[in-house]
């Protein structure tokens, strides 16, 4: 398993995460092995969040409740969630008092004393930067928090924040796939102005940004296209190029084509992250295998084409 900076936090993290917003369903055994299928493949970053599943902070607990990991075993792994939904709204709080007491029901439903990083889970139009900045210092200072980031934020947004908080921003969560690829995309059609890939829709180059800055760009649903419904693009005739594609270079490498998918990803010089979603455990081993896969230039881009996206 490939590694790679998290932000400037000094930590050394692996460049596959395993998502665990799916798991409040499952027994102590499937999760369990869920778990131990991660540690084998070399993932010890495990991604949370307080509304994923059917009520608030019930993954985490399930999480929790199955493992029971001995504080040795905390010490192993890396916990990562995030704050600033309010769900039954729906809509989103920055306030210091939300993510305080948000992360402090994490903390409880993880049973852990801190969370390696904290995420702002979307935009907050209302934030008020100075209560973020309140929030950080808190949960910094208490030991509650030990790193800090964001989740689907602009190149502006992040400044916005910067201008209070005085914590490093290590991270931001942004949806990337071969398929679902504008942050990547945009780039490349720069300057064409018939190319509706050549929109400007994140604010302006939040990869080169991200770089620019330091910030870990961790990339959420690695499977997901826009065609067909947008589910998932793996064998879906609405991506036909594109899987023949990832087939061929699959056979080539000699790993199933989802370590393709996540292949495409780890290639890119930003050294992303990619959150697995899945609770199936052979398709985190699966998957985990694109850690190291060095695609070439070559195929890198072939991938590009083959999504429908222009490489001029």
């Not at 398993?1 to 665990?20: C, D, F, H």
């Not at 009520?55 to 010490?75: C, D, P, T, W, Y």
């Not at 921003?169 to 780039?187: E, K, T, Y």
């Amino acid at each position: 398993m490939r590694t790679v900076p998290l932000g400037s936090s000094g930590l050394s993290v692996p460049n596959v995460v395993a998502g665990m917003m799916r798991i409040d369903d499952k027994t102590d055994a499937e999760v369990r092995a869920l778990y131990q299928a991660s540690r084998d493949a070399g993932i010890d970053f495990f991604d949370h969040a307080d509304i994923y599943a059917r009520s608030l902070h019930s993954a985490e607990e399930r999480f929790a409740q199955a493992l029971s990991l001995s504080g040795a075993e905390r010490a192993e792994i890396r916990l990562q969630t995030k704050a600033g939904i309010v769900p039954e709204g729906p809509y989103f709080d920055f306030s210091y008092e939300h993510l305080v007491s948000s992360v402090e029901g994490s903390l409880r439903a993880l049973r852990t004393d801190y969370v390696d990083v904290l995420l702002l889970h979307r935009p907050d139009a209302l934030v008020e930067p100075d209560e973020v900045a309140r929030a950080f210092d808190h949960l910094e200072e208490s030991g509650k928090v030990r790193a800090f980031g964001v989740s689907n934020h602009t190149p502006r947004q992040i400044d916005l924040l910067r201008t209070a908080v005085r914590q490093p921003i290590v991270a931001n969560q942004v949806q990337l796939s071969i398929a679902h690829a504008p942050v990547v995309a945009q780039g490349l059609a720069a300057n064409m102005e018939t190319a509706s890939q050549s929109a400007v829709l994140d604010g302006g180059g939040l990869v080169e940004y991200c770089r620019i800055e330091g910030i870990t760009i961790q990339a959420w649903s690695p499977l997901q296209g826009t065609r067909g419904g947008g589910g998932v693009f793996l064998g879906h005739p609405e991506y036909a190029e594109l899987n023949r594609v990832i087939d061929d270079l699959a056979g080539r490498y000699g790993v199933e084509p989802l370590a393709i998918a996540v292949a495409w990803i780890t290639r890119h010089p930003a050294g992303v992250q990619v959150v697995l979603g899945t609770t199936t455990p052979a398709r985190v081993t699966d998957a985990a295998a694109g850690s190291d896969i060095p695609l070439t230039r070559a195929e890198w881009y072939a991938l590009v084409r083959a999504a429908g996206y222009i490489v001029p």
